[in-house]
């Protein structure tokens, strides 16, 4: 009897052995969870141009500028108007820790509320080499319900220094809408661009592109394509001082540069 409990205790202790390298390689086989692509590929940054335009003077006017709030706050309204759901759920990922799928990809899933409104957002991501493929879909329930609606899909270097986005339009209207490309660089700079990608639109092509740079004196920029009419706004200014200028040629008749001060008023450009 004692005999056969030895026996006994020896092949549990040999299939134990056995096993473990088993589970250690199917954990090791499915690697880490990629990183999350910064906010920043997502999330254009509007902050300097957030302000309501000044009020004109008889001393002091702030055209320039208050034109650049204009052009701007256009696109932040399509985006606010369009994009509320998908940014805010994307932003929403970075509360929370993924789960490993059997495929190999990673699942990031949780509830997000915009509005009045709570959306499940199940965000997936999955490396090939040092390129991760990111797939997010959104559910509703109740009024309005819908169910794993791909809202946006995309690619990123694993290094996080550069990828691509494609939103889709709406549940209702499954179409392409909004391309988005970007990049970051050790240094600091970096930039994003939206491009109107909806087929057949008559503003397809359109974009806003946004750069982070160490060019001086301006530092930061915007160029604003408008398809319709054809026309090429080019925004700079420096972060630190605020001073700018505005290229804008439909508006201003020319291909000069109009340019503003620190304070917002229009001055002649240096």
Known sequence: MKKHKKRLLSWVIVFSVLMIPITSCEKEDHGDAPDLPPKSSFVMDFS?????????????????????????????TVIFLHMAIPVAAFVESFNHDPSPQPDGSWLWSYNVNVGANTYTANLYGKGEGINVEWKMYISKSGQGSFTDFLWFEGNS??????????????????????????????????????????????????????????????????????????????????RQTLKGQIRDPKTFGDEEFHCWDENGVDIECP
Do not use: C
């Open 157 to 238: 270097h694993i290094a996080g220094i550069e990828g691509d986005w494609t939103l889709y339009k709406s549940p209702a209207e499954n179409i392409p809408f909004v391309g988005i490309d970007w990049f970051r660089n050790v240094d600091g700079t970096s930039g994003i661009t939206y491009t109107n990608i909806v087929p057949g639109g008559p503003e397809n092509g359109g974009y806003i592109s946004h750069e982070i740079t160490k060019d001086t004196p301006y530092d930061a920029s915007y160029n604003i394509f408008n398809k319709g009419q054809n026309n090429l706004v080019e925004i700079n200014w420096n």
């Open 48 to 76: 300097d141009f957030m302000d309501e335009t000044k009020s004109q003077s008889a001393y002091e006017t702030y055209h320039h500028r208050n034109l650049a709030v204009f052009h701007v706050a256009v696109w932040n």
